[in-house]
């Protein structure tokens, strides 16, 4: 490939989208599957691997997806917002027109990026300052479609696909699935790889905002994503479903949301908001988690760390 972009004809239309996989100790399986169904959707792929023992590239090179894959290896975990960049060099220097991130723990359906795509032409044709358009979420283990979030006065409001609905406006979109123009990049700036983690896509999602620009969930577009290590379904005030992450990860969830209450363009709806959660995950976890101890360890540091500004990889 070598800087080369190469042309999909999709539609008759000729599309240069470069997609993102970011990956991290992924299942080769999943993995596998990603990167075949991404195939024949995008011009080129480029697998940004944050330092996992498995050889990438030898594994590439074994499912014959040398053509269009290409590997790069950053040796050690720099987070996903750095490798985000780096995907986004890449596609840069490629010449593509709009980059589609991924995490290894997704899959689009077949058609998902010809109708975010097309989504984005039509928006952009009616004068819309575009920040991205993304895909309903199905989620692999309960197999329900997501909704797209706006802030509401005393919270996140979710808005759900309804029948005959086509595009749904959101405050902030996942990172996973998301299509955006390569011009919206260059304005708005890349990933901020000081957060490592957590809030990564919410933040780029509000500084895009802050500029003038919107965001879509494209509602016939769908993705499996898997939220969370596991989900549980338990009474907290009501009954709802819980996705359990790694102890380590309420470190940046907390941490990151300490470091962008400080920023201006943050909204103070998402700034009140996000307070609320952070209140409910702590409440919830050292209630109800089994390794509580290590969970409000984590949360505690993050707190701590958040307020005397420390930023990157946990220490």
């Avoid at 575009?130 to 979030?149: E, I, M, R, W």
């Avoid at 802030?151 to 998301?178: H, N, P, Q």
């Avoid at 009954?239 to 470190?251: G, K, L, M, Q």
């Amino acid at each position: 490939m070598n800087g080369a972009f190469s042309w999909v004809y999709m539609n008759s239309q000729v599309l240069s989208i470069c997609a993102v996989v970011v990956t991290y100790h992924p299942d080769l399986e999943n993995l596998k599957v990603l990167l075949a169904s991404l195939t024949g959707q995008v011009a080129e792929i480029v697998v940004v691997d944050n330092g996992s023992p498995e050889s990438l590239e030898s594994f590439v090179v074994s499912q014959r997806l040398i053509n269009n894959v290409a590997v790069l290896s950053l040796g050690e975990n720099l987070g996903i917002g750095y490798a985000q960049n780096v995907g986004i060099d890449y596609a840069r220097n490629a010449g593509a027109s709009y980059v589609a991130f991924f995490d290894q723990d997704s899959c689009p359906e077949s058609n998902m990026i010809e109708r975010l795509h097309t989504s984005a032409v039509e928006l952009q044709l009616t004068g819309v300052r575009l920040a991205a358009v993304a895909p309903s979420y199905k989620d692999t283990q309960g197999g329900a479609l997501s909704s797209f979030v706006r802030l509401g006065i005393f919270g996140f409001k979710r808005t759900a696909c309804v029948e005959g609905a086509g595009l749904v406006e959101a405050d902030f979109l996942i990172s996973s699935g998301s299509l955006i123009p390569m011009s919206v990049i260059e304005d708005v700036g890349k990933m901020d790889s000081s957060l490592f983690i957590d809030h990564v896509d919410t933040e780029w999602c509000f500084r895009a905002k802050s500029k003038g620009y919107r965001l879509f969930g494209v509602c016939n577009a769908v993705m499996l994503h898997t939220l969370g290590d596991r989900r549980v379904r338990v009474w907290f005030l009501r009954w709802r479903t819980v996705p359990y992450h790694s102890p380590f990860r309420y470190y940046y969830m907390f941490r990151n949301s300490i470091l962008l209450q400080r920023r201006s363009y943050m909204p103070l709806g998402w700034k009140l908001a996000d307070i609320n959660r952070c209140l409910s995950v702590f409440l919830f976890f050292g209630i109800f988690s089994s390794s509580r101890s290590v969970c409000l360890k984590m949360m505690w540091r993050g707190l701590r760390d958040g307020m005397i500004g420390v930023t990157g990889k946990i220490k």
